[in-house]
C-alpha cells in the first residue's frame, strides 16, 4: 500500500498529458524565445549603433546564454532576413513616428496587426524588428525602466498567440528550413512591418 501511494506521489509530480508535459515544452519554447530576442536585440544594435554597448544582460538575460549555437544559428537566420528592413528607405523614415512609451494594450494591438494575416518567420522578424525599435528608442531617450517591459511584452504576445505556430514549425530552429527563399521571406517582414508603423501612426 505504501508503495502504491508512493508511486502516486511520484506520477503526480511528473509532466504529464496535455497538461503537464506540453506545458514543460511551451515554457521551453517561450524561453528560448527570451534569448533569441535579447540575441536579435543585441546584435542589430551592434551593428546600428557600434558605440552603444548593450548586453544580454541588460535586457534581464545571461552573459553565455547565445553558447548554444543552434540559438546562435536562429539568432542569425533572423537578422539575415532583417536586413531588407534597414535597407528600406520608406521604413526607415516610417520608424522616426514609433514612441517607446506606448501602453501595453496599444502594443498588443499593433502586434496583433503584424499577423492578422497569419504567422511566419517574416512577420515574426517584424514583432522582433519593432521590439528592437522600441527598445532603441528607450535606450536613446534615456527610458531605461522601458526596455525590459518591451521585452516581457513579446513574450508575453508569443505565449497567447503565436506559440502553437512556433512548435508546429519544430520550435525556433524551423527558421533555418525558410532559408532557401528568404528573400521572399524579408519582403513579407519588410511588407507587414510597412504596415504596422502605418498603423501605429494612425491610431497616436
Not at 68 to 87: E, G, H, S, T
Not at 150 to 167: K, Y
Not at 187 to 202: E, G, K, P, Q, T
Request: aromatic content about 8%; charged content about 25%; some cysteine.
Amino acid at each position: 500500500m505504501a508503495d502504491s501511494r508512493e508511486k502516486n506521489k511520484t506520477d503526480e509530480n511528473e509532466p504529464r498529458g496535455a497538461v503537464g508535459g506540453e506545458d514543460v515544452i511551451d515554457d521551453r519554447v517561450v524561453e528560448q524565445g527570451a534569448v533569441v530576442l535579447r540575441g536579435y536585440v543585441v546584435e542589430r544594435m551592434r551593428a546600428d549603433d557600434p558605440e552603444r554597448h548593450l548586453t544580454q544582460q541588460d535586457l534581464g538575460g545571461e552573459p553565455n546564454e547565445l553558447d548554444n549555437p543552434q540559438i546562435k544559428d536562429v539568432v542569425n537566420q533572423l537578422l539575415i532576413i532583417a536586413d531588407d528592413l534597414n535597407r528600406n528607405i520608406e521604413l526607415q523614415n516610417l520608424l522616426s513616428s514609433v514612441h517607446p512609451d506606448c501602453a501595453q494594450e496599444v502594443f498588443f494591438s499593433v502586434a496583433k496587426e503584424i499577423f492578422q494575416d497569419g504567422v511566419n518567420w517574416g512577420r515574426v522578424v517584424a514583432l522582433f524588428h519593432l521590439a528592437y525599435t522600441l527598445i532603441y528608442r528607450a535606450l536613446t531617450g534615456n527610458h531605461l525602466e522601458i526596455i525590459k517591459k518591451v521585452i516581457s511584452w513579446v513574450l508575453q504576445f508569443i505565449r497567447e498567440n503565436i506559440l502553437a505556430w512556433i512548435l508546429r514549425q519544430g520550435g525556433w530552429v524551423g527558421v533555418s528550413r525558410t532559408m532557401s527563399h528568404w528573400p521572399t521571406v524579408s519582403l513579407v517582414a519588410a511588407v507587414a512591418f510597412v504596415a504596422v508603423v502605418i498603423y501605429w501612426r494612425n491610431t497616436r
